[in-house]
């Protein structure tokens, strides 16, 4: 086992502390992360369609769009049907955490 002085550890925890509040909310980070998704998807698209009419000539973006829409779908519907498996089956977030929203005193 490490034995380290009281201030030491003191300071440490501090330094955790001083960089935790100075992240944003979990929500802000998660919408910025969906950003990020919906600007390299924008990106990638018409790299995407410049293959795709490489080698199928007549392939546009309705094509395209029809052809990704059923996993789309597929990822929606399997998305839901997990979170609505963790929410029915009562599984903690993490550790000791509730599945629901606990409203402070």
Known sequence: M???SPGRFSRALDAVERVG???PDPV???LWLIVAVVALS???FPLVLAFCQRWVP???IGTLVAAMLPYSLAFL???LLMTMAWVWLDLPVGPGAPVGFV???
């Open 2 to 4: 490490m034995q380290s």
């Open 21 to 23: 509040n100075r992240l």
């Open 28 to 30: 802000l980070i998660f």
């Open 42 to 44: 924008v990106v990638y």
């Open 58 to 60: 007549g392939f546009g």
């Open 77 to 79: 519907v399997s998305g």
């Open 103 to 105: 409203l402070p005193n």
